[in-house]
């Protein structure tokens, strides 16, 4: 999308809106909430971001989840970036995501309604990435945060992502990727003290050849509760692809990773 249609979108929706007023139509979150990701909200600020030339250029999509949405855009200084705007979510996603911050010193004072939720959820993965990426970890280099909308360094060139562990039918290195991703399970542990908790062949990129993680908006400190069955659950998951692939034949077991963290 060209910085004109954003304004042109933006000056639509708030003539709607001021015609829903006028009508004595009480200004309702609903009456804002005109498309499930491009409301009022989120549209003054990516017009405030193209405004001050933060961002240059907000292109397409290039993925629709259940909790969020990613977009192409291109950044100051022609650099690309992936930007993931956070859906308002519903009772299930709500319960999920309080089990990853219910323990999470960093955010556990917060508000609990939906939209102080959600923009938590963001935040923290802004701080996780951040984190991540200080460590020495392959991660995208997080940019800005603000309310549900973060912005990071895009994987993939042209606008054109890099693929998903999970789309590639072969690899010309499965054992050293396969090592570089338990070498990120053990150094995410041991030097940014967090555990991905959502770890599997669908958060990781193949990128240059090596393996890069998204997705850490659920990752937890290590003295969280459930701490050990997160850690766990991501090796078995990284073990259990690599074996049906064939790529491996032999796993780091999950008492071996523990052993090598130290
Ligand atoms: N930094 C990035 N660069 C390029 N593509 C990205 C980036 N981050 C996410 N994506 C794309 O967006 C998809 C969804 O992002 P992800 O963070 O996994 O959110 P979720 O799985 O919660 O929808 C990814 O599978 C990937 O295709
Ligand atoms: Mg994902």
Known sequence: MTREKVFDRLELRERLIEKLQRMKVKRSENFEVFSEVFNVEVLMQLYELLRKGFLKEFNGEISSGKESKVFHAIAKGNIEVAVKI?????????????????????????????????????????????TLYNAGLLVPKPML???????????????QRAPLLKELPELDNPHEIYEQIIDFIIKSYSKAKLIHADLSEYNIMIWSGKPFIIDVSQAVPVT?????????????????????????????SVEEVIRRIG
């Not at 990853?100 to 938590?120: A, M, P, Q």
Request: aromatic share 12%; glycine share 4%.
């Open 145 to 159: 945060v603000q309310k549900n909308i973060l912005i990071m360094k895009f994987i993939g060139e042209n606008g």
């Open 86 to 130: 956070y859906l308002t979510v519903n009772t299930e996603i709500r319960r999920m995501m309080l089990k990853y911050i219910i323990g999470d010193r960093r955010f556990e004072r917060i508000k609990s309604d939906s939209r102080s939720l959600v923009y938590t959820w963001a935040r923290k993965e802004y701080a996780n990435l951040d």
């Open 224 to 252: 969280h509760p459930l701490a050990e069955e997160f850690l766990r659950r991501d090796i078995e998951n990284i073990n259990r692809f690599f074996i049906r692939k064939g790529w491996i034949t032999e796993e780091v």
